[in-house]
């Protein structure tokens, strides 16, 4: 079994959407393949809602990148995917001129200066989700999201284009930052794909009754899930930290950034740095809660983290 978290899809398994099934190839047959993540979503759910009929509603336009095409979705997002992956709020924004501009630049971004991150944008990466708060309300909106409900969807706001978590925020937008929030989603379903297929929690593990590790520099958030993070979180970030690291680091050696997009960068390596560090060695003491090959993934990160 593979001791790293995968970077392709396996041909032939559950995500692979070539795959030859009824409910695939009927969604194929109706030229319908931006439905097909939904079509995994009913599996994964289990709830019988038909998600894939429902996402028949909306339009996809595509976003071409190296080669490349990704599915960024229009018109009004299904009230029952909306509801199940925490977007009741939000609604998909219009497509204009400069969000397709801002979307191209950052994917070219990936694919010209970071290829291995635009790798795996592109094999864990189908569906674009724009999305903004409903008019009236009130509540922060998202930077950017993924659901492990909802395999190859991704989800941000105009947020990603200023801001690079968890507390770094630019007055000025950059693709810069939206092509590390786009990999920062990839990076998450990845290690989601990775989880479903291979046990690496230990039997009996679950977020409910997880040990917490307290997360320092969240405490002024007010928010307390986002202060004590369960196991599974903690792994997620501590996969995600690595890579987006790496990908501040490449940018910070380049010298095509602006004043603000070095500071903004600078700013978020050095508070991304100890926290990485900090997570690997909570998880590391809480090894237990692994499996065989979940303790094989901590060592491999333990050997990327101490490379940064």
Known sequence: MQTTISTRVESGSFFDLDRKESALNRLREECAE??????????????GVPYAEHARALRSDSVHASGVGFDW??????????DEINL???EIVEHTDERRAALTQALERLATVHPDGFARVRE??????????????????LTSSSDPALPYVI????????????????????????????????????????????????????SQTSPKI????????????????????????????????RFRRT???????TTNERASFQAAYD???????????????????FTVHGRELLADLRHQTDQL
Not at 251 to 257: A, I, M, T, Y
């Open 34 to 47: 931006w439905a097909l993540p939904f079509a995994l979503m009913e599996r994964l759910v289990k709830s």
């Open 124 to 141: 864990f990466v189908r569906g674009l989700l724009w999305v903004a708060l409903k008019p009236g309300i009130r509540n922060s909106s």
């Open 214 to 245: 307290e997360i320092a520099w969240r405490a002024t958030q007010g928010v307390a899930r986002n202060q004590f993070w369960e196991v599974d979180r903690a792994f997620h970030a501590t996969c995600v930290y690595n890579q987006l690291l």
């Open 88 to 90: 009741s709020d939000y």
């Open 271 to 289: 508070e991304g740095m100890p926290a990485v560090r900090y997570l690997m060695g909570q998880l590391e003491l809480l090894d237990e809660h």
């Open 155 to 206: 989800v941000f706001s105009e947020k990603a284009r200023h801001h690079i978590p968890p507390n770094t925020v630019s007055p000025e937008p950059s693709r810069l930052f939206l092509a590390e929030n786009l990999l920062h989603e990839a990076v998450h379903q990845s290690v989601s794909f990775h989880v479903l297929q291979h046990q690496v929690f230990a039997d009996g593990y679950s």
């Open 73 to 82: 979705f229009d018109a009004e997002l299904p009230a029952q995917i909306a």
């Open 251 to 257: 940018e910070l050696d380049r010298d095509d950034l």
